[in-house]
């Protein structure tokens, strides 16, 4: 089992023993929602020539996509939102996201924040040991833990070697958009009150 979830960690982004080029490719996106911050942390897999369907096809089959490399991919927030119609508490979530062999793919935001490196990797460094990374089997336990599991529609875009979360105003809310090669996703977000 630990030899699959090393060939999932190089599939999608940085090799865990690669740390400093890690690092290097975290990225960050942040917006003000009813003026609290809402943010996403995630690391920046690049494409590198890498054909996006052909890694898609890599995925388990539960279909869930960490959408990050490194660490676990984070959204927080200080104020409740509304995600797909459904109330999304203040606090601090795991991102994944949901993509079936045909139809939309779907964000999910997980109240599990993740498993320790330590736990996947034994060799991991004591100071990275018990850094969250994300489950590569979203088993009935972690999904039990959901929050919220919202469509995402689907556009083109200007290609990107870079996965890139970002935030662009909405009325008041905002529109959160995930591109990778020449596609994106987006969902609306809006105040809960």
């Not at 023993?17 to 942390?41: L, N, Y």
């Not at 990050?68 to 459904?86: F, H, R, W, Y």
């Not at 203040?90 to 991102?95: D, F, I, N, Q, V």
């Not at 909405?170 to 020449?182: R, V, Y």
């Amino acid at each position: 089992m630990r030899i699959g979830h090393a060939v999932l960690l190089l599939v999608f982004g940085t090799a865990v023993g690669s740390f400093s080029q890690e690092d290097a490719s975290r990225g960050s996106a942040s917006t003000m929602i009813s003026g609290k911050k809402v943010s996403i942390d995630y690391g920046r897999p690049a494409l590198k020539g890498r054909n996006f369907a052909d890694l898609m096809k890599q995925l388990p089959s539960d279909r869930m996509w960490r959408a990050g490399s490194g660490a676990v991919t984070t959204l927080s927030t200080a104020t409740d939102l509304l995600i797909g119609g459904k109330k999304v508490p203040t606090g601090k979530y795991s991102l994944y996201v949901h993509c079936p062999e045909a139809g939309s793919y779907s964000i999910a935001l997980n109240s599990d924040l993740g498993q320790p490196l330590g736990k996947i990797w034994a060799a991991a460094p004591p100071n990275r040991a018990n850094e969250p990374y994300p489950h590569f089997e979203y088993t009935k336990a972690i999904g039990g833990k959901e929050v919220v599991r919202a469509a995402l529609t689907k556009s083109s875009v200007p290609a990107t070697d870079l996965l890139t979360y970002a935030f662009k105003a909405s009325g008041s809310g905002t529109t959160l958009t995930l591109s990778w090669g020449d596609q994106a996703w987006s969902l609306e977000i809006q105040p809960a009150n």
